[in-house]
């Protein structure tokens, strides 16, 4: 993407380039041929093919128009030949907005229905939160993710797909099997702190309780107040799950660990809200009211596509020159062959 292209269509960067179209010609022009004694320290073995009047490979027509169109070509590429697409309108917010999901090993636990089938909390997550994301056009995206520890995974970047891809390509278990829940609030401070956007929000989802890190979460929570941070607690995982063992089935609770008094404090403390998701379509439907709580605003910056389309006559003249000197090996068109020793 590049801002201030004034035109839509086919157009070259470095049209002057184009300028150096006659130069082949005006050297061969003004400056003399190379005199033979000149050449007699250098043994080439086929110089008969070029040196012979009328038998040289530049003397044969289909050969030298190759070598022209050839130049033509390289001087088309070097001059940058681009195409620019209309005007497209970005919607910018001045909102960054970091999403921290907990990847801890309870995260495992299948107790989410997804399109008809039984998966992990983590997976869930991945689809609903990453269409979240790929909806956050105009606003600055980053992801942290945690467990036993903390670390970002995405700075904050307008490119809300690649932040998607990443959060889809997290792995449970990857940062430690505990949750550091006050260690990843802290990290999202320190990364948004220095940043002068107008407004600065954190999603943090979780499963379970801090059982890891060297912050407490109250703790960071007074800081990112301090700092100016909006905290979104999200708690996933469901109530009730029916589970076998040696007696047979029963049910439990297996979202027992989740700490809700946490995650709401955490997110009173910061004028945040806290959401419980205990499905798939509780999560979708907390994801839709952070839309409406933290809305795109409606300034919008024009810029222009601009796709680069130089290797195409770089490669075609390399085609051509390749084809040129298998042309110019063939027996026709050098005098006698190879000259033998």
């Not at 904050?156 to 932040?163: N, P």
């Not at 806290?274 to 009211?289: G, S």
């Not at 809305?295 to 222009?304: F, K, L, T």
């Amino acid at each position: 993407m590049v801002e201030g292209v004034p035109s839509e269509g086919l157009t070259l960067l470095w049209p002057w380039l184009l300028l150096l179209l006659p130069l082949p010609w005006l050297l061969r022009k003004f400056f003399p041929a190379a005199t033979g004694a000149s050449m007699q320290a250098l043994k080439v073995p086929w110089f008969s093919m070029m040196d012979a009047p009328g038998s040289g490979w530049m003397k044969q027509p289909v050969l030298a128009i190759a070598a022209s169109m050839v130049w033509v070509l390289l001087l088309l590429a070097a001059a940058r030949p681009q195409w620019v697409g209309e005007i497209e309108n970005l919607p910018i917010s001045g909102r960054d907005l970091l999403l921290a999901v907990d990847i801890s090993g309870s995260m495992d636990t299948q107790d989410m229905i997804l399109n008809g089938k039984m998966v992990n909390r983590l997976a869930v997550v991945k689809k609903v939160a990453g269409e979240f994301i790929q909806r956050r056009k105009g606003d600055r995206v980053g992801l942290v993710l945690f467990g036993s520890r903390a670390y970002l995974q995405t700075p904050l970047t307008f490119d809300t797909q690649t932040t998607s891809i990443l959060l889809d390509e997290s792995e449970i278990g990857l940062a430690g099997r505990e949750t550091a829940i006050g260690d990843a609030i802290g990290l999202a401070v320190k990364r948004l702190r220095e940043d002068a956007a107008s407004e600065r929000v954190l999603i943090l989802l979780t499963d379970g309780a801090n059982t890891s890190g060297e912050v407490q979460p109250l703790q960071a929570a007074d800081f990112a107040a301090r700092e100016g941070l909006k905290i979104y607690t999200v708690g996933v995982g469901a109530d009730e799950m029916m589970v076998r063992d040696f007696f047979g089935s029963r049910m439990v609770n297996p979202s027992a660990d989740l700490d809700e008094d946490t995650l709401k404090a955490i997110a009173d403390r910061t004028g945040g809200a806290y959401f419980r998701a205990r499905d798939a379509e509780a999560l979708a439907r907390i994801y839709r009211q952070l839309d409406e709580l933290e809305p795109v605003e409606s300034d919008q910056e024009a810029i222009r596509p601009v796709d680069e389309l130089f290797f195409w006559p770089l490669s075609v003249a390399f085609l051509l020159a390749l084809a040129a000197l298998v042309l110019a090996l063939q027996p026709g068109m050098r005098r006698g062959g190879w000259p033998h020793e």
